[in-house]
């Protein structure tokens, strides 16, 4: 290595070439996006948002975790810029459903089982070019998928 190189120098190199805040791709963006309008929107419904980005260590993840009164509700977000392909909300197929649903037993699992509702629930978004969101909300968008059971 030639140069006068501190070592805050290649730290900060190092730490630009693997941060997280590098850019992130046009859906990535559009995604976290629309969570961010998902949570306020569901705080305007009167939920109280628990957790974002849930990930389960043996698989599984959940876009929010929130409470509707005495529910507990686990909320996959679908954003989209245009309906050309159908709902957003025709991309939560079985495996996303599955998926959803290992996050939300495991989540219930670090709360000891409780003995509480609850329910899937899907927040459609689609960003008009105007830049204004239209929201949807589909309560109980799907239930427990087999072969799970809570």
Known sequence: MTGNWSIADLTNRWRHR?????????????GARG????CAFLRRKGCRILYRNFRARHGG??????RDRDTLVFVE???RTREDFGRPVEAVN???????ARGALAWLQL????????????VEIVLAEDGQPCFELIRDAFPLPAPYTY
């Open 18 to 30: 693997f941060s997280r805040s590098r850019e992130l791709s046009e859906h990535l963006r559009l």
């Open 94 to 100: 079985a495996a996303k459903r599955k998926l959803i």
């Open 77 to 79: 977000v679908k954003t």
């Open 111 to 122: 709360l000891d089982n409780p003995d509480i509702l609850v329910r899937f629930d899907v």
């Open 61 to 66: 993840e959940v876009d929010i975790v929130c």
């Open 35 to 38: 969570e961010k309008l998902a």
